[in-house]
């Protein structure tokens, strides 16, 4: 089969699209042929090792250990393990490959049946490709580490990419009030996601507006940890997804002293791919309550250009790789 394979590490010129073994299912696994699948930042950080922790938790010291690259995947189910139980052939799913050998930039995958979910039925495989990491990152973000509640206000800094503008959407579907931080270009399509405010942060540092909201995403983007705790009401919640490097170390570094200090929490979420928020996002997907946004696609070959893209840094929403002409 065709896949996408790197054995080291650098810009997308690294990338070489090429035929390797076709994957057959263990007895917990599916095989999945790939429709569609999408690019992340994690992808980029797998190939650039741009921050040195990666390199040092395992990932590969000099050189990647495991080849193969991509996370988030769409596709059908063409063979099982024999111990899977929960797909058959011919089963439409979607999944986020992270922690299972990566490998989605590929005709097809084989992982455990954990990884995936049914696609929700009202989605392509592009649309569906799109949500996994992104969409469960947003999620946990506000759900699990940012405790959202109707009615909170609620901050989104860099609405604009994967993650910011799944987001929005998910964070209106809890009943918030969202303020949505994106550039000019992107301000009406912040709107039409929900957004009930919308910053532009060319213009304007909602940090020091005299604004205060009970949760912030930052997706994107930098502000200090002190900046945003600023924005913060009394018992304000700060949860960084991503950012600048400046943005992530602090929180880690810094996030657990502060919020000791203010009595606010500063922390971060860490997305765990799980099947059930898989098919958590499924039910906002089906209700439409949210809608995958994707600028731009890449057939398989080109996916070093995608890449390439993505590591500009403006991508509006996800950039999808579509793997299979006749879906
Ligand atoms: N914690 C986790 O488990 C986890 C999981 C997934 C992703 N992440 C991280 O989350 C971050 C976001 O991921 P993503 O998929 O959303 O990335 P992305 O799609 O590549 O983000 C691109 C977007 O960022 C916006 N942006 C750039 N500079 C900005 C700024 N200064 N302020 C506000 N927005 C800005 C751009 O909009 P403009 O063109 O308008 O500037 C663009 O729309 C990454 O750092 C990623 O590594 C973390």
């Keep these: 089969m065709k896949a996408i394979v790197y054995t080291k590490y650098g810009s997308p010129d690294v990338l070489q699209f090429k035929d390797v073994e076709k994957p057959s299912p263990k007895d917990d696994e599916i095989l999945v042929k790939v429709c569609a699948a999408s690019i992340n930042a994690y992808d980029?950080?797998?190939?650039?090792?741009?921050?040195?922790?990666?390199?040092?938790?395992?990932?590969g010291l000099f050189k990647p250990k495991n080849t193969r690259l991509g996370a988030d995947v769409a596709g059908r189910v063409e063979a099982v393990g024999r111990n899977a139980r929960q797909f058959h052939p011919g089963d439409e799913v979607f999944g986020d490959m992270a922690g299972h050998g990566n490998?989605?930039?590929?005709?097809?995958?084989?992982?455990?049946?954990?990884?995936?979910?049914?696609?929700?039925?009202?989605?392509?495989?592009?649309?569906?490709?799109?949500v996994p990491m992104a969409g469960v990152t947003a999620l946990q973000g506000l759900r699990d580490e940012g405790q959202i509640q109707p009615g909170q206000k609620v901050l989104i800094n860099g609405a604009s990419g994967g993650v910011g503008t799944f987001a929005v959407q998910i964070a209106k579907?809890?009943?918030?009030?969202?303020?949505?931080?994106?550039?000019?270009?992107?301000?009406?399509?912040?709107?039409?996601?929900?957004?009930?405010?919308?910053?532009?942060?060319?213009?304007?540092?909602?940090?020091?507006?005299?604004?205060?909201?009970?949760?912030i995403l930052a997706a994107n983007g930098y502000h200090s940890l002190s900046a945003y705790k600023r924005a913060l009401t009394p018992k304000g919640l700060y949860v960084?997804?991503?950012g600048s490097q400046a943005q992530i170390f602090e929180a880690m570094l810094l996030g657990l002293l502060m919020s000791k200090a203010s009595g606010k929490k500063m922390g971060g979420v860490s997305a765990k791919p799980n099947q059930e928020d898989l098919v958590f996002?499924?039910?906002?997907l089906e209700a439409g309550k949210v809608v995958p946004v994707i600028e731009r696609r890449y057939p398989l070959s080109k996916t070093a250009e995608a890449l390439r893209y993505l590591g500009e840094g403006h991508?509006?929403?996800?950039?999808v790789i579509h793997v299979e002409d006749r879906v």
């Excluded at 980029?44 to 990932?59: K, Q």
């Excluded at 709107?191 to 604004?211: C, H, K, N, P, W």
């Design 44 to 59: 980029w950080h797998f190939m650039t090792a741009d921050i040195f922790l990666i390199r040092v938790m395992g990932v």
């Design 103 to 130: 490998g989605s930039f590929a005709e097809y995958v084989s992982a455990p049946e954990s990884v995936f979910a049914l696609k929700p039925a009202n989605l392509s495989f592009d649309e569906a490709a799109a």
């Design 173 to 215: 579907s809890f009943g918030a009030e969202v303020t949505a931080v994106c550039s000019t270009r992107n301000v009406e399509q912040a709107r039409s996601l929900g957004a009930d405010q919308v910053i532009d942060y060319t213009r304007e540092d909602f940090t020091q507006s005299g604004q205060h909201y009970d949760l």
């Design 240 to 242: 960084m997804a991503g």
């Design 281 to 284: 996002m499924k039910g906002l």
């Design 315 to 319: 991508a509006r929403g996800k950039i």
